[in-house]
């Protein structure tokens, strides 16, 4: 599915359509993927943030996915190359029914939900964006998790031909993320395949991408084409290049700085030049849903 310009659905008519109760004919008007969506149907999930969300051209123009290049403008200009149709996601490691999955069969049409999430990058910029998605929890139910896993590794699709920034040696390609499985099996942890109700933009990590909320941008990993589950806690990218700088666990955190700089504040994306930056707070402010995951561990240790 291409995204063209004309195709997006302008920032404000969404923001409209949400509060849309019984928005048959909006949803008419709209792709078969957003009207399917419980977003747009005038019933935002208990889960969502009900901060305003950075508008389309933000979330899509100001991107970090070093496949594309290291520049905030790179994926916006050059991941138009990557072919997302055909994709599979191969599932496998300590699982009951591992195989080759389509983007379809792990999230379908009617079990797609909206969630407006807070995004905290470890460099300290935010974002608020409403992605589609399902919980990663019912993927896998789905492939039937053996009780000898304990951690989920996660791989984007290495494809130089279609990914300039893999041609360079910028971080041990293919990018690989992990969760503990507790991490992956919570309900604010998802697989998302869009977001304002639109197939996924390629720069954000189409076709399916992680989606983290309380964790550092990083471990979000897009376009994913190998999901394992596993004994051991796996090894990921920005930890195997400086793990005195980036950890597993990556829980955003104002009290744990960043050995080149403070955690404490943020700078909300589109904000404009004169507003404040913004206090981070704990688990991005999510502690009441996931404080209790991490309970007893020193987490200046395990950062
Ligand atoms: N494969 C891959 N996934 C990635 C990255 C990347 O470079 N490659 N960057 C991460 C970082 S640092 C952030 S902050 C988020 C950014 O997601 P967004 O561009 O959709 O806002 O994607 C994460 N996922
Ligand atoms: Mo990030």
């Keep these: 599915m291409k995204l063209n310009w004309s195709d ?15 928005a048959s004919a909006a949803a ?10 419980h977003a747009l149907t005038g019933r935002p999930s208990p889960l ?17 996915f070093y496949e594309f290049g290291t520049g905030k403008e790179d994926p916006a200009r ?46 300290a910029w935010s974002m608020v964006i409403p992605w589609i998605g399902v919980p990663l929890a019912s993927v896998l139910d789905k492939v039937g998790v053996q009780p000898s896993a304990k951690y989920v590794e996660f791989e984007t699709l290495l494809r130089p031909e279609e990914m300039p920034g ?17 991490e992956a099996m919570h309900p604010l942890t998802i697989l998302a395949t869009g977001l304002y109700g639109q197939p996924m933009p390629k720069q954000n990590g189409a076709p399916i991408r992680l989606v983290v909320p309380w964790k550092y ?10 999901i394992s589950l596993v004994a051991e806690q796996p090894l990921n990218t920005w930890k195997q290049l400086q793990s005195s700088e980036y950890g597993f666990y990556a829980n955003v955190n ?20 004169f507003a404040g930056r913004e206090e981070t707070k704990m688990f991005n402010g999510y502690g009441d849903q996931v404080a209790s995951l991490y309970a007893g561990m020193d987490l200046a240790v395990n950062y």
Excluded: M
């Design 28 to 37: 008419l008007a709209l792709p078969a993927l957003a009207s399917r969506a």
């Design 78 to 123: 050059y991941a138009d190359q990557l072919t997302v149709d055909p994709w599979s996601v191969e599932i496998g490691g300590l699982v009951d029914r591992p195989g080759s999955y389509g983007v379809e069969d792990l999230a379908p049409d009617n079990a797609l939900e909206e969630r407006i999430y807070r995004l905290r990058c470890v460099e």
């Design 217 to 226: 941008g990083f471990k979000s990993i897009k376009s994913i084409v190998r």
């Design 254 to 273: 104002p009290q744990v700085d960043h050995p080149r700089w403070s955690q404490a504040t943020e700078r909300r994306v589109g904000a404009g030049l």
């Design 166 to 182: 893999q041609r360079r040696a910028i971080l041990d390609w293919p990018y690989r993320e992990g969760l503990r499985l507790d």
């Design 48 to 64: 969502s943030t009900d901060q305003a969300p950075n508008t389309f051209e933000e979330i899509t123009n100001y991107n970090n």
């Design 8 to 22: 997006v659905t302008p920032h404000r008519i969404y923001l409209d359509r949400r509060k849309f109760i019984g």
